[in-house]
């Protein structure tokens, strides 16, 4: 049993490079989420998606989309990246209920844009 | 607007006292509260969470307190253990995702 994995761990890009972003779970959880870390702020919301074939944005949408390929994966693509997403990326992945969200996150890939 | 605010952005506490670490909050339409812990070059894991319609959970050592009227949320550690040295975040769970606090930075020196 895994968890959340996510791949590449590291990745370098140059201004205006596009890549993806790939995360899986399993643990067969409905909802699924893409943050970004930076010094001081926390953990920001990206996109989340509460259910397989269902998609929205969260906090900090811009310069990036995503794709709910199945229940298990969930994608984040940045099309033409900027220095301004460099970052961490965390995927988590939940099974939320009316009383609680209890989210478990992947290892991050730490993003570099130049 | 931040919701969720972390206003201690280090602690430092020695080994085997009580780590008393801080959030408040804004949005009083909250589910539940949640703690996670992080250590360096890993994903956050979760630590303890709390209901709306409680004002204190326990889980050995760990214990979170919910003041609502103060609109104030606090994570103790007792006793603390070098191996709580991490950075901790609160969240509040409302609707249908996690807001997070920006995260205080525990450390229990011996």
Redesign the interface.
Known sequence: NAG?TQTPKFQVLKTGQSMTLQCAQDMNHN?M?W?RQDP??????IY?S?SEGTT?K?EVPNGYNVSRLNKREFSLRLESAAPSQTSVY?C?SSD?T???????????TRLTVL | DQQVK?NS?SLSVQEGRISILNCDYTNSMF??F?W?KKYP??????LI?I?SIKDKNEDGRFTVFLNKSAKHLSLHIVPSQPGDSAVY?C?E?NT????????TRLQVFP
């Open positions: 959340v909802s989420y943050y001081g702020m926390g953990l920001r919301l989340y509460a929205d969260g965390f988590a939320r009316v009383y609680t969200d209890t989210q478990y996150f992947g290892p991050g | 972390q952005p589910d539940y949640l996670y070059a890993e994903g956050p894991t979760f969470s209901s975040f969240a769970g249908d995702k996690l807001i997070f606090g920006t995260g």
